[in-house]
Every structure is written in C-alpha cells, then in structure tokens.
C-alpha cells in the first residue's frame, strides 16, 4: 500500500489558542436512547424536535442560523479573550468580498492570474501563498480512492442513512454545521458512534471570505465548541461552505488548528432541481464512477463533494454507493485516505491508517459485517433490503433549517 503522506494533524505551524471547548460527552460511550428520532424512518417524526442529550441553553450560543457573533457572542468575555490571543498583525492584508444582488461573489477586479490571495472561489487555488496558514487537502492520494464526504448535517432525518452507510461498511467524513449540531444533537452523536470522521462546516453556512476577522472566527470557533461540547470531540479539520476560502479565511481557520478540506469532484447533488437538473447529478455521479475504471484514478484518488441535506441528496447517494464501489478500489472518510491518525484533539478516538485493515475500504468486508465498534440501536435489521426504497418514501420533504 502507498504511504505518501504522513500525519497531516502534526504539521500545524499556528500558535494554538486559549478555548473553552469543554463537554461532559465520552466519545467512545455514547449511548443514543431509543427515541422515535434514531428510529423512525417517518420524516415527521423524525423531525420533531427533542430533548437534548446535554443541556443546550440558548444564551450560551450564538443565534441558531445566524451569524456567529449574533447574540451578543462578540463581547462575551470568552470571545473577547479568544480574540485578543491572536495576534492580527501577522494576519494576511485582504479585505472581506462582496457579494452582487444575486447573491453570487463578486470576482471582478480580482487578479486571478496571479490570485495572491488563493481565493478558491475564483480559481480554485489549495496552494495558500501566505505565511502560517495550513495547506488544504483536496484529493486522497491514494489510487482508485473515492474521498466519500457529506456536507451540512447532522440532518434531522438521517438516520436511515446512516444506517444504509452501517450495512455498506463505510465510513465518511462529515461536515457537520454548528446550528444543524445545535437542533439535532444525536445526530451528531450517531455520526460519532458510528466511526465516521467529523469536521466543521461553521455555525451558520456563510460565504467565509464576505465576514469580517471577528465574524470568521466566531463562525469557526462556536461550531467547533458546539461538537466538542455535544460529542466530546473537537474537530481539527473544517470545509468552507461552497469552498469559499482565501489566504485571510485560511489563517484564521489556523489559528484554531483547522485545516481545510476541500474537493477535486463536485456531485452538485444540492442544486438538483434548480441550478442543475436531477438527470445532470445523475450523470455527475455516472461520470465519476466510470473515472474510477477508465484510467482517469489509476494513479492517484479523489475527494467528492455530496450532501446529507436532504432526501434528495442522500437518495443520490444510496443509489450510486454500490456501483461507486464496484469501480473503486476503496471507498473511505478523508482521515483514513490521508493517514491521518488523529483528526482530532482527543486522541481518545483515532483512525485506521490506510490499508491498514480499516473497516472503511470496501475491500471484502461483507455487507452488514462489523467493523463498527458500535452497533446502533436504530438498525432494523429486518428493513436492510429494503433501505434504498424506505428511504425514497419515507423523506419526502424535509426542510433546510
Ligand atoms: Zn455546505
């Protein structure tokens, strides 16, 4: 097996900050209680909000979906302390984007020949050119290695999901939004129990490079706590809502020892119904598949883009797991493609190293074999087969919080 790439957490250059991520939650003994919401395949009941595993009181939080310094977050003496530990000067000289009318960034005006500020957004830049800032991982190196990657839960519903994800024997990385961690905190839990990687996606889904310093530190600073505080975890990687991240949004991601995921193959499964059709996702997902076989991975692998935000999205990804790994050689969460052993402070909970047996390559483990420390109460066993339709008709509409 290739080994090409060390620890990734270990090349961290940022000083540290002081925070005050702290939890009562053991990440290696979460208990989910059997409540209709880690049971149910009815969206309905799924969905209905319920009490916390921990108690979540909304003055300690920013405004749940609003920006991070909302709720007076900015003056709190916590924040103000975590500020004022940085030192700004050492921050790359850009200013915040605009956005047009549209809600589109502007990228006009922006020298993307020579893009001194890695603006992804404009040129897809993973390369930072400032000082101090942690390199983003876009691709597993790994041949014939398919990154599996869920953004913007835990999702309210997703349960049957994860469950499919259990049967399959698969692991991913999970970009969990500190609002969504907030409303439906066992979801969080299950995405822990269940062994997948969790990293942030912000409180409140912002285009990152529009926000101030303050608020871009808020963003990244309360979702974090809000993991930690849930599951006991405190994540060391983040992705940046629509990859929006240049060198300034970079630095301060460091200085909390984040470093960014990002892509290199975008399923566009979000947009079906607007922006694309469904039969265009469709084709995205066939056209990835057949690059898995046709050469196009045979040295090297990929990170891809899905979402867990609705039905539609995780239906998209229930349809096409079996054939992604057919054409694959593995199928698996970023840490492990990435040997990265530890993706979080904890170290409590750490990962497999890439051909190191880890449950996560699609190998020949059987469908439904173990490999998971944890055995969810939520699997029905006896709806296995039938995961991809209930999951077609029990998500009808499910609406982004
Ligand atoms: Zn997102």
Redesign the pocket.
Known sequence: MYRLFASAALVATASAVTTNYTSTVDPTKINIPNTPQTTSYDVATECTYYAPPVPILPTDWPNNWQVATSNGMNTSAEYTTLYNSINWNNAPKINPRTMGADGALVTTGYDTVNDPDCWWTATQCVNPKAAGVLKDISACPEPETWGLTY??GPNCSHNAFYDFLQQQNLKASM?Y?GSNVMNWPYGAQRGVKDGHHISV?TWS?PMMTTLSNQAVLAELYYATKMIKYVTGLTPLYW?P??GDVDDRVRWIASQLNLTAIIWNLDTDD?AAGTTVTVQQVQQNYQNFIQDGTNGTFASKGNIVLS?E?NNMTMDFAIQNIPNIKKAYKNVLDVATCMNITYPYVETTVSFASFGGGSSSSNGSVSPGGSGSSSTSKSAASGTQANAALAIAAAFAVVAFL
């Open positions: 953004d913007d970009f939004i996606h889904h992705r809502p629509l979000w979402h935000i």
